[in-house]
């Protein structure tokens, strides 16, 4: 389990490899030595270290300006990270997170042994690593980072639900791949959860700065005193545990079975509340990354899509596409699709693309961006790149979600979402890249 209060323990197989032969020396009956718990000092330092590189990159690539990669390289330290540190003090890195897993332990989910003090000890070197950390690139240049939105034309409003937002999508990955039973064991909860940082970045974070995490906030702010404003940083701090605290109730209402010994299947409004959310953030991140002329609103994109695949994908399916389900229902290769099940789908996906559309007009005042083709192409070159490059991608989830012969158990999310990187490149220049009925009609609703 990726993340928990500190990784229980594993087999003597598991962590140490092959058992060993007995040596001329080593009588052959001794018993082998078992990996051992990590320690409370252990699980602190490996959350001190963490997250002192997580807001490192932060500070270094705000102010090196780094438009293009800058989101990317946050990402990526945050996913490595994980993947070095999760097994020893479950790699939360942000407040949020640890507030959302105690919340899941008391009210009897499956994470066992955080809250009391260790919870509160968590925070405390999570937020010391963030400062730590902006000491350190402070030393390299002369001026801070304040936090607060990018332009004066975002008020408490904007940032405000953005942070709410990006922070639950965040938190709510990470109990989906790292604590759910469904999901266990995986080989994707740090890309997935990686994956979050990707998608929020770019759009988002052209609005609110994209932090996501308490420690960033304190971690950017409080090193500078000089340019701390005391308006914003208390503000975002609230909304990222608030947002930590709306992805332990969400998660409730989609793994009902998590929090009790039965083993059952995801119920009809979990399921239709899975397609709601995963179609949901999939065209907010699309128009925010529109409207903010992202200079990596595919990868950017892709990434939201993957990383709540990788969430809900054992819901639903996670197809978040009308599409999509059609493909799904037509092929015949999933029994339980039924026509009145993807009925409800389509109907989940469409409203989410419409309330999404709503929330980034919202989000940047009332403003909003057509949906069409671009300058110099007409309708029958729009419907060549809709048409082939929806193929794709419904043929894709078709061979490596569905089928028995090519799916893939690691690598689905990836490669669903890589089609949108592939689709929105390709063609985007030309048809606006939608592939997708939900987020045409999101764009069409406020366009």
Known sequence: QAVSACTPPRSTRDCRGPPRRASRTEPPNRAPRMAKDPTLLSCLVAEFVGTFFLIFTVGMNV???DTVWGGISIGSVLMVCIYALGGISGGHFNPAVTFALGIVELI??????LLGRKLFLYWAVQIAGGIAAGFCYRSIFAHGISVGPTAAEFGVPNVGILEIIYTFMLCFVVLNVAVAKENQPNQYFGLAIGGVIFAGAYGAGAVCGGCFNPAVTLGLDLPHLNHFNPKWSPLYVLC???GGALAVGVFRLVRSSNFTELKKEPTEGARILSEFLGTFMLVLTVGLNVLAKSPAAGYSIA?????????LGSVSGAHFNPAVTLAVLLSGRAPDMTLRRAAGYVGAQLTAGKLASMTYSFVYSGQSF???PAAGFGLGAVGVVEVLFTLLLSFIVLSVAVSTTTNSSNK????????????????GPISGGAFNPAVALGLATTG
């Open 63 to 65: 102010e090196l300006k």
């Open 108 to 113: 009897g989910g499956p994470v066992k042994g």
């Open 240 to 242: 990222q545990l608030a």
């Open 303 to 311: 990434s939201s899509l993957m990383s709540m695949i990788y969430a």
């Open 370 to 372: 057509p949906l069409g």
């Open 412 to 427: 689905f999310g990836f490669c669903i979402g890589a089609c949108v990187t592939v689709g929105g490149n390709a063609g």
